[in-house]
């Protein structure tokens, strides 16, 4: 397996070309967005789309918080996973054809590996490492991630295993193989044996992997190999066929249960070891999932799904809810959405409901009498408008407060003139203890811009 520098017979040399039609062919946008007036992306977040296809149709794609275009790069047999990096350019897992350096195959042959994409003003390919395959089906690299030490992670379904690359020299630093761990047929290259396809740094020296065809997610350690392994007994009631998951913490993981149609967190059963169920969601927007591939949790607690055989990705809420959904065309495999991707620590079913238990309390026993008494003045949409301490309503209406939503879920800081009412315009105080937003502040109050949640100077809700 060596790194290939030539030029694909059809592709690198036609990358223009490839541009203009998948933007001609999809249109300036791809999103409806059904919820965007609660919830709506923020025009400085983009959504990273790759499209499988397969071939000639893999693309990635790039979306603005609008849903608009704003670049894309495509006309290859498939691309999987995508990552945006520090610098702005994109990582992206990728199978192609039309290639001569074909190593014990004919050419002309088909390669798989990882590319690095740089999006603008004209996307390119700039570098790209990848191997020989006898078929596409059932061999592409489907994920590959950038570790801290600059090497590159690459979940291997061809050979069945996981290593770090040095993009440098295209050198292996470190390599695990699941025949270590499982039985192995002769030669893995000729059948579907495990379907190795997802491969994810959760700490130092530590990564979680997915092992589509057993049903299982492996904990795999440098210098120990398999230390835990999720779904042990291979229950497909717990997990199908699954893919991309995200490691939300220790005992938490988010999951594309793909031949169950649905996405699943499992959470760790700390008095049998057993991995459960925790919450679960099948549909959105009264569509029924059908083989999603991808699910990543946001930092404000949505998930963003990639339910490949409907042909979107959608963020939704914990209730199911839609807070906006993208027709993405011909098979998407895995979406990522920057700034945040796909990273640890994010809000679990149990903190997300722990969160929303406190904020019914604090609703109740915050419910002023002067609230009730002019509460044919609320805000259309709004169930409940609860004042802080220091706060009046003004003869013009609400000078600020909360404003709880008709989806619990959520809320909305309204004010006078503005989303925010009289809270600064500083949002370097501290982190919302349930997203981790950087929260608007005033004298002694700090309010989440996207959950609406308000604090006093001591962590406590009013």
Not at 74 to 80: E, K, N, R
Request: glycine share 10%.
């Amino acid at each position: 397996m060596s790194a290939s520098s030539d030029p694909l017979r059809r592709g690198l040399a036609y990358l223009g070309v490839g541009l203009l039609l998948v933007v001609g062919a999809f249109g300036g946008s791809w999103a409806l967005a059904p919820d965007a007036s609660v919830g709506g992306l923020d025009s400085n977040e983009t959504t990273l789309v790759g499209v499988q296809g397969p071939g000639p149709n893999g693309n990635v794609t790039a979306l603005d918080g609008t849903g608009d275009v704003l670049w894309s790069v495509g006309d290859i047999i498939s691309y999987q996973d995508v990552s945006a990096l520090d610098n702005g350019s994109v990582l992206a897992t990728f199978a192609a054809g039309g290639y001569w350096s074909c190593g014990p195959y004919d050419p002309p042959c088909k390669r798989t590996g990882v590319r690095i994409i740089d999006p603008g003003p004209a996307p390119e390919v700039i570098w790209e490492w990848s191997y020989p395959v006898r078929t596409r089906k059932d061999s592409e690299v489907h994920d590959a991630e950038m570790l801290p030490s600059g090497n590159v992670l690459v979940a291997d379904m061809e050979y069945e295993s996981v290593f770090a690359l040095n993009p440098k020299t295209g050198e292996r630093v470190w390599t695990w193989n699941a025949s270590d761990y499982y039985d192995a047929p002769a030669d893995p290259t000729r059948s579907d044996w495990l379907h190795l396809n997802d491969a994810d740094r959760i700490g130092e020296g530590r990564y979680l992997v997915s092992i589509r065809n057993e049903n299982h997610l492996l904990v795999v350690e440098r210098g120990e190999g398999v230390v835990e392994v999720v779904n042990e007994d291979g229950d497909s009631d717990v997990l199908n066929r699954q893919h991309n998951p995200h490691w939300l913490g220790e005992g938490a993981v988010l999951v594309a249960d793909s031949e169950n149609h649905r996405v699943v967190e499992l959470h760790e059963n700390e008095t049998t070891g057993r991995w459960e169920v925790a919450w679960s969601v099948s549909e959105a927007g009264g569509i029924p999932f059908d083989w999603p591939r991808d699910a990543d949790r946001l930092p404000n607690g949505h998930t963003l799904v990639t339910d490949s055989r409907n042909n979107r990705v959608v963020e939704m809420r914990r209730n199911g809810s839609v807070v906006a959904s993208y027709v993405v065309p011909s098979l998407p495999y895995e979406a990522d959405r920057v700034p945040y991707g796909e990273r640890r620590g994010r809000p679990t079913a149990s903190n997300a409901a722990g969160a929303t238990r406190r904020t019914a309390e604090f609703r109740a026993s915050r419910l002023s009498s002067l609230a009730r008494a002019t509460s044919s003045r609320f805000p259309t949409g709004c169930r409940r408008y609860i004042f802080s301490r220091s706060e009046s309503p003004s003869r013009s209406g609400f000078a600020a407060g909360t404003c709880w939503s008709a989806d619990d879920e959520r809320t909305i800081v309204i004010g006078l003139a503005d989303p925010l009412g009289n809270m600064s315009d500083d949002r370097g105080g501290r982190p919302c203890p349930v997203c981790e937003e950087p929260m608007y502040s005033r004298h002694c109050k700090y309010v989440c811009p996207r959950h609406g949640v308000m604090y006093d100077c001591s962590d406590t809700f009013y």
